[in-house]
């Protein structure tokens, strides 16, 4: 499989356990009622079991009879789950949920999920039983990574921030007091030179001081260091060895910037392309910029639902891009009277709406039966057309026009359809 392929088919696992993590993430119990399991890939079926007909025993000492029973049957649903593993489970591990939800009315209905192979290992058994899931593990396997510090500097001021997968950071600033070229009356010019070269040898310590604080905590989970300005400060302060020796070591690049203030650090972001060509971000900038050109000159792109679904079916998309900020569902009403069958896609939330047939007029109803997610109706075209899957975050400005201007559906195409 290519990398490519790889990459798009962990991109829709990424987005399928994130909607279950959102879900998840709205279920609250009465008391602490839910049952979460994660389970590591080196631990036995058979330990996870005995573990949770322990739990299920000590249940029993609940006082309250609601929780009681409800404990003890969200752990039954888990046992009856565990049945269909061997040994083992699955690569990286399983997580399980389960537990009576409050439905609305003072009523309840138990929900039971199981998350085979999570993005990232488990790294260790664990079982919390409160009034909401424990989804925090899961959420975090799902943070976009790659982690670099960013640190922008001229004479006057200075940035410094992350770069935490997609998303630019900015987090401490400060302001110089290095006076300007030109000397006050009453000062030689010898005094003024040696107290300027002070300021700024200052300026730079709180600068390194700041950086320090920042990226020294977190000196082994760091990419890499990159820092910008004007020529020579950034140099300067490179060459001056002002910053922690393990940091200094992490610098992979210094780029010129125009700006030192927060906009400065999307500047070194967008100019350090080459030293971040595996950081997500410019892989999604890329693709973005790709769209657009070919929107405005080549043709060879599309976006919105149905014209994207057209395309797609056709075979002629290369490229589905899709916004991960998206939640959408489609809703097929099929006419019974003409045979036209329209489309409609809405907010994941909303229920669905009543329809009029676009062709005949006649009143079309729809079933939860004619409704689906819209990533996963377009996902599962493009696999079988051989198309590739990318989601575009919206950390960018190219990002949101995708989710805002173009609908979050959108595509690169292999040849000019006219649709």
Not at 42 to 69: L, M, P
């Amino acid at each position: 499989m290519s990398q490519e392929a790889e990459a798009g088919q962990s991109d829709r696992k990424k987005y399928e356990f994130r909607k279950v993590i959102e879900d998840l993430k709205n279920y609250e119990g009465s008391g602490t009622q839910l049952v979460s399991i994660y389970v590591p890939e080196d631990r036995q079926i058979s330990d996870v079991v005995a573990h949770v007909t322990q739990e299920h025993s000590e249940a029993a000492n609940i006082k309250s009879k609601q929780t009681r029973t409800a404990v003890q049957d969200a752990l039954t649903s888990i046992k009856d789950r565990l049945r269909y593993y061997d040994t083992y489970p699955p690569d990286n591990g399983i997580v399980l949920f389960s537990g009576a939800v409050n439905s609305g009315g003072g009523q309840t209905e138990m929900v039971t999920k199981v998350l085979e192979s999570p993005p990232q290992p488990i790294e260790s058994f664990r079982y919390h039983c409160d009034s909401d899931f424990l989804t925090e593990p899961l959420a975090d396997m799902l943070a976009d990574k790659g982690l670099y510090g960013l640190i922008v500097l001229d004479r006057r001021e200075a940035n410094v921030g992350w770069l935490k997968g997609k998303r630019i950071e900015p987090v401490k600033s400060a302001s110089s007091l290095v006076p300007g070229k030109q000397r006050k009356g009453g000062q030689s010019a010898q005094r003024f030179a040696r107290l300027r070269l002070e300021a700024i040898d200052n300026f730079y310590q709180e600068v390194a001081g700041m950086a320090n604080d920042l990226f020294v905590p977190k000196r082994h989970e760091i990419d890499g260091i990159l820092v910008g300005g004007p020529s020579p400060t950034k140099d300067e302060f490179l060459d001056g060895d002002y910053l922690h020796h393990e940091i200094q070591d992490s610098v992979i690049g210094k780029f010129d910037v125009a700006y030192t203030d927060e906009s400065g650090l999307k500047d070194l972001v967008d100019n350090a392309e080459d030293a971040l060509a595996d950081a997500e971000v410019m892989k999604d900038k890329k693709v973005m910029e790709t769209f657009f050109e070919q929107l405005h000159t080549g043709n060879e792109a599309t976006y919105g639902f149905e014209p994207t679904r057209e395309n797609l079916i056709m075979g002629a998309v290369d490229t589905l891009l899709i916004s991960e900020d998206l939640r959408k569902d489609v809703i097929s009403y099929d006419c019974t009277e003409c045979g036209n069958t329209d489309r409609k896609v809405i907010d994941r939330r909303k229920s669905t709406p009543a329809h009029s047939c676009s062709e005949c007029g006649a009143d079309v109803e729809a079933t939860e039966d004619d409704r689906e997610d819209a990533i996963d109706h377009l996902i599962e075209i493009a696999e079988q057309r051989g198309t590739e899957t990318k989601f575009i975050s919206t950390d960018f400005e190219k990002g949101e026009q995708l989710y805002n201007a173009f609908g979050g559906f959108a595509g690169l195409l292999r040849y000019n359809t006219g649709v």
